[in-house]
C-alpha cells in the first residue's frame, strides 16, 4: 500500500501508562476524514512500546454506534423497574450498535521495543446510515484498533470519522409539480428536483387558484425535520399505544417569507417565487431499524382569525450526490 495516502491525514494519539507493564503509544491513521457508503477506507495502526510484551492479536474494528433518547412509560421501560407509578413517563438514553467487523491485522506474537505500523483496508457497507448528530438521534462511526494481551487488560483507541449521505435516484432531481386541492384554494408548488445538498438553496413557485376571495396576512414556506424512533425495536416490550412511547421530534430548521397582505382574486391564478437556504448541517434524511429522518417543505397561508391552508412536500436532503 501506498504510504504518502497517509502523509496529511489527522490521527488520534493515547498514551496507556499501567501501573506495571510496558507503555504504549498507539496511533491511528486513515487516507481521510470523510467517506461516502460503499467507500474502503485505507487505516493504518502505529505501536510504539517502551517493553517488549506478548499479545494474543492485534485488531481493528469498524462500529457504527446510535445513542437514541426518548420518554416512556415506566412500565414498558428498558432500565427502570416499575414502582409505585407504573404510569409516570420516564427518560432513556440508550446506545445499539448499528453495524460492526472486525479485521485481523496481527497474529499472535509479540510487539517488540521499535514502531510498528500495521496496514489494513474496512470496507463500509452499501447501506451504511450516514453520521447523525439530531436532538433524539446521534448516530457516530469509529475506528477501534484493539491490542488483545489474553487475561490482561486490552490497549484500545479509537478514532472518529463521518459517513456522509449520498443521492444515488437520478429520479429525485427531476422537476416536479405538486398540484393540492384544498377547501376554497388551489395549490400547486413546482421544484427543480426532489433531492438537495445540505447548505444548498432552494428554489421554486407556488401557484394559488382561490376558488373565491381570499386575504392571507402571509405565504411563508419552512423547512422541517422529523426525527421518528420505532419503538418496537428499542424497548424490550413493545408498547400497545403509542402515546406510551414519546420518541418523535420535529424541528423547523428554516423558514422565509414568500409574501405579505395578499388579496387573491376568485378563480384568477397568483404566482410567487421563494428561495429557502437549507442550513449545513450534519442531520441527513436516513432510515435504519432504529428509526428514521424525514425532511419536508410546509407551505403556509396565514390569515388572521381564520384557519390557515398548509400544504406539506417531502423531500431529501442529503451530504453529497453522486449523479
Known amino acids: 500500500m501506498d504510504r504518502n495516502i497517509f502523509l496529511n491525514t489527522k490521527y488520534i494519539e493515547v498514551s496507556y501508562t499501567p501501573l506495571f507493564g510496558p507503555k504504549v503509544e498507539m496511533k491511528i491513521y486513515t487516507d ?3 467517506y461516502l457508503p460503499g467507500d474502503e477506507i485505507k487505516a493504518r495502526v502505529s505501536i510504539l512500546s517502551n517493553k517488549r510484551f506478548g499479545v494474543e492479536e492485534v485488531r481493528l474494528e469498524l462500529i457504527c454506534r446510535s445513542t437514541l433518547e426518548y420518554n416512556v412509560v415506566r412500565r414498558y421501560s428498558a432500565t ?11 427518560y432513556e438514553k440508550r446506545t445499539f450498535e448499528l453495524f460492526k467487523i472486525r479485521e485481523r491485522i496481527m497474529e499472535k506474537g509479540e510487539i517488540p521495543t521499535r514502531e510498528i505500523n500495521l496496514e489494513k483496508n474496512l470496507k463500509i457497507p452499501a447501506d451504511a446510515p450516514p453520521t447523525f448528530i439530531g436532538s433524539l438521534i446521534k448516530t457516530n462511526w469509529v475506528i477501534k484498533a484493539v491490542v488483545s494481551r489474553g487475561f490482561k487488560r486490552d490497549i484500545v483507541e479509537e478514532k472518529t470519522i463521518k459517513i456522509l449521505g449520498q443521492i444515488t435516484d437520478n429520479e429525485l432531481m427531476q ?3 405538486l398540484p393540492s386541492d384544498l377547501k376554497d384554494l388551489s395549490i400547486t408548488i413546482n421544484l427543480p428536483k426532489f433531492a438537495y445538498v445540505l447548505g444548498e438553496v432552494i428554489e421554486g413557485d407556488i401557484n394559488l387558484r382561490p376558488l373565491k376571495n381570499l386575504k392571507f396576512n402571509e405565504i411563508r414556506v419552512e423547512l422541517i425535520c422529523a426525527e421518528i424512533l420505532n419503538p418496537s425495536k428499542i424497548l424490550p416490550v413493545n408498547p400497545p399505544s403509542l402515546s406510551d412511547f414519546q420518541g418523535e421530534h420535529f424541528h423547523k430548521i428554516a423558514q422565509e417569507s414568500i409574501a405579505r397582505n395578499i388579496d387573491l382574486r376568485e378563480n384568477l391564478e397568483h404566482k410567487f417565487q421563494f428561495r429557502l437556504n437549507i442550513p449545513n448541517i450534519q442531520k441527513p434524511t436516513c432510515e435504519t431499524d432504529y428509526y428514521k429522518v424525514d425532511y419536508y417543505l410546509k407551505f403556509t397561508c396565514a390569515r388572521k382569525f381564520r384557519g390557515d391552508f398548509n400544504v406539506n412536500i ?9 449523479l
Do not use: A, M
Open 32 to 34: 481521510k476524514e470523510n
Open 80 to 90: 427502570y423497574p416499575e414502582d409505585e407509578n407504573p404510569d409516570e413517563f420516564v
Open 175 to 177: 422537476p416536479r409539480e
Open 314 to 322: 417531502p423531500i431529501i436532503l442529503t451530504n453529497s450526490t453522486s
